[in-house]
């Protein structure tokens, strides 16, 4: 049986007085497209600085592939291949030269060129190929960003919030490539703001809060687990009957959200709000998704998912 | 099985070749400009002192005065050199380029401090060859000149590393350079013999590491000093690998890089 791509065991941070991981156990499968999802500060960034070599954990271990990061970290580095959060550039060089000195630091050379190449044609970046890093636009610097961590042709990527500030054609775009590469074989990491990316792209998610996996289970099953239909109801300021507030899963600007579970609660909900003589404005009826998923979980805190 | 070490040499080269590249990218600012200002000392403290100091019998103050600059100036540069590249990469947070390479510690530093004895001796090479124009030096010693110029540029390089790993900001950096290193170079006897100072100050200089490079780099083109060469060599030689060693134990546990 081959190795997990990805072993996490047993990992805590502690930041002075802040527990900023407790314990956390993961397992990432070799060839998966994986999400790590979790409001701000719930230790996402940690967890993937301890796996980068970037932070050294408390206590606990983590593995690449067999390669343990601290003891083998040669060997695990060469397997992995991080995207950082922060658009960080070096302003001396052009991207070609980036992408070739990134190669070289794991010991790839001019052999390696017709894989950078790839890169930059699957990236739209080939014909900045010349163009020093700190005259690229926001978007080109973050396309760089993830050329440089693919340079040396690592089977497992990481990317930190990679889409953060990007927009919509260039995320579409880095989503196709992205998934090209889990398609060779690549295993995907990924922390995103885009619930729907993490739903439409990865096999399995973990949801992370205030320094633990609080869910852990296949992108289906997740959402089968929290199965049920939303109603959408926008109401404007009104005082809900009580035989309803308990379906109430979230309240904005005068749109009730009520969690149903099946089809017929549909008429209960609407007939109490006739009886109580409150007018529907607008309706809409939505199956549930990762974002309710995560809503439940994590709780209305998160509604700036990170 | 992955073998890391499969093209070991590439990675330090690779990363060698990214320093070499940085400076010489900037070549005005890091090679010409300190070979102007050297010049410009020369030519003014030249000018002002030649007829009245003498400093060793039948050695004219200019010549006296050039291997000094000359040595003044590969320590600035190479301290420049490694110190710059660090403070910037982790200013503006590229240094995580190298951090999440396979590269070990020893790597790390072989690179900056190599990077830095180059930018040290091209520019010590080029005040030398501008100041030939000037005056006729003697190399009584070329292999101490060479052992000089290559121990104090690794030393200052090697400082110049745990400088950049220690600043967090351009103006801690600033102060090494402004309290540390300029007052070291210019109070090292670049411009004066120390048995010219003060009997007190005589005794103070021998506590300054920059006196042993500047005096034994000038013992290798007159064949004469203040102090024996093979005891100053002994001292530079003796600081270089105890901040390498301090340089070494810092990129190790991973101060101020790794959390």
Not at chain 1, 286 to 296: G, H, I, K, R, W
Not at chain 2, 109 to 136: H, K, N, P, T
Request: glycine letters at 8%; charged letters at 15%; one cysteine or more.
């Amino acid at each position: 049986m081959s190795q997990p791509a990805i072993k996490i065991n047993g990992i805590h941070k502690h930041f002075g007085a802040l527990h900023a991981l407790k314990g956390i156990d993961l397992s990432i499968e070799q060839g998966e497209f994986f999400a790590l999802l979790g409001p701000n500060g719930a230790g996402k960034s940690t967890l993937i600085n301890i796996l980068a070599g970037l932070i050294t954990p408390s206590a606990g271990n983590i593995s690449v592939m067999g390669y343990d990061v601290n003891k083998a970290y040669q060997q695990a580095r060469m397997l992995l291949g991080v995207v950082p959060q922060e658009l960080v550039f070096d302003p001396f060089f052009n991207v070609r030269e980036m992408l070739r000195f990134q190669a070289g630091y794991f010991g790839r050379g001019r052999e390696n060129d017709a894989w950078v190449d790839e890169i930059l044609e699957g990236l739209g970046l080939a014909d900045k190929a010349n163009t020093n890093m700190r005259k690229l636009s926001g978007g080109m610097k973050r396309r760089a960003l993830i050329a440089q961590a693919l340079a040396h042709r690592p089977p497992v990527i990481v990317l930190d919030e990679p889409t953060a500030g990007v927009d919509v054609e260039l995320r579409q775009m880095l989503w196709e490539f992205i998934k090209k590469l889990n398609h060779d074989g690549h295993t995907i990491i990924l922390t995103t703001h885009y619930l729907e990316e993490a739903e439409t792209l990865c096999s399995r998610v973990a949801m992370m809060k205030q320094g633990q996996i609080v869910a852990l289970d296949k992108t289906a099953d997740l959402l089968n687990k929290f199965s049920g239909k939303h109603l959408r109801l926008t109401l404007g300021d009104v005082a809900l009957p009580e035989v309803i507030v308990e379906s109430v899963r979230h309240v904005e600007n005068g749109v009730y959200t009520f969690a149903l579970d099946d089809m017929a609660q549909i008429e209960f909900v609407l007939s109490a709000l006739r009886t109580a003589n409150i007018k529907v404005i607008d309706m809409q009826l939505n199956e549930a998704d990762l974002e309710d998923v995560f809503l439940s979980l994590v709780g209305n805190t998160a509604k700036g998912v990170a | 099985m992955i073998n890391a070490s499969a093209n070991n040499w590439r990675g330090p080269w690779t990363l060698l070749k990214k320093e070499l590249l940085r400076f010489w990218r900037v070549v005005f600012q890091t090679v010409a400009a300190p070979v102007i200002t050297a010049l410009l000392y020369l030519l003014i403290f030249s000018h002002v002192l030649e007829s009245h100091v003498e400093v060793y019998d039948g050695v004219p103050y200019t010549a006296f005065l050039i291997p000094g600059l000359i040595m003044m100036s590969v320590l600035q540069n190479a301290f420049a050199n490694s110190s710059s590249s660090l403070i910037q990469s982790k200013v503006m947070g590229n240094i995580v380029f190298i951090l999440l390479t396979p590269l070990t510690h020893m790597q790390f530093f072989l690179a900056f401090l190599i990077a830095s004895i180059v930018r040290g001796l091209v520019v010590g090479l080029g005040i030398y060859l501008v100041a030939m124009w000037f005056v006729d030096l003697s190399l009584a010693n070329p292999w101490l000149i060479i052992a000089f110029a290559l121990l104090g540029s690794a030393l200052l390089g090697t400082f110049g590393i745990i400088a950049g790993i220690w600043a967090d900001r351009f103006d801690q950096m600033a102060a090494f350079q402004n309290f540390i290193i300029m007052p070291l170079t210019f109070l090292s006897g670049v411009f004066y013999s120390i048995h010219s100072l003060p009997p007190f100050w005589q005794k103070v200089s021998l506590f300054n590491p920059f006196f042993y490079m500047i005096d034994g780099f000038r013992y290798g083109f007159f064949g004469k000093g203040d102090v024996s060469p093979i005891f100053s060599l002994a001292i530079v030689g003796g600081a270089f690998l105890v901040l390498a060693l301090i340089t070494l134990k810092m990129l190790k546990s991973g101060y101020k890089l790794r959390s």
